[in-house]
């Protein structure tokens, strides 16, 4: 069965750091784009960062550049956010998500539950 688990999520003080997972069993991620989404309370799903199968692309919203690195290990089947310098407005529910494609795509297949992070003193 197909799944994706995501972790690493918690409460943090504003600029500080959390890394997420995702972590995919049942299938392999090789050949599978992966992107990360957040939703916070009373908003919109927005997409964060996307990464291609094979990790030499990568994608990411303004509200994140220079602070969020996205990055795949195929061989742990697992991809990661790394999140710095984190703001209160980063606080929501991370999900991560897969597509059967090369690149970067705006729709995805398969989801996560998700993850909380909270982002405040």
């Known amino acids: 069965q197909l799944q994706l688990v995501e972790s690493g999520g918690g409460l943090v003080q504003p600029g500080g750091s959390l890394r997420l997972s995702c972590a995919a069993s049942g299938f392999t991620l090789d050949y599978y784009a992966t992107g990360w989404f957040r939703q916070a309370p009373g908003k919109e799903r927005e997409g964060v960062s996307c990464?291609?199968?094979?990790?030499?692309?990568?994608n990411y919203a303004d509200s994140v550049k220079g602070r969020f690195t996205i990055s795949r290990d195929n061989a742990k089947n697992t991809v990661y956010l790394q999140m710095n310098s984190l703001k209160p407005e980063d606080t929501a529910v991370y999900y991560c998500a897969v597509r059967e494609a090369l690149g970067c795509s705006p729709e995805y297949d398969y989801w996560g539950q998700g993850t909380q992070v909270t982002v405040s003193s």
């Open positions: 990464i291609s199968s094979s990790g030499d692309s990568t």
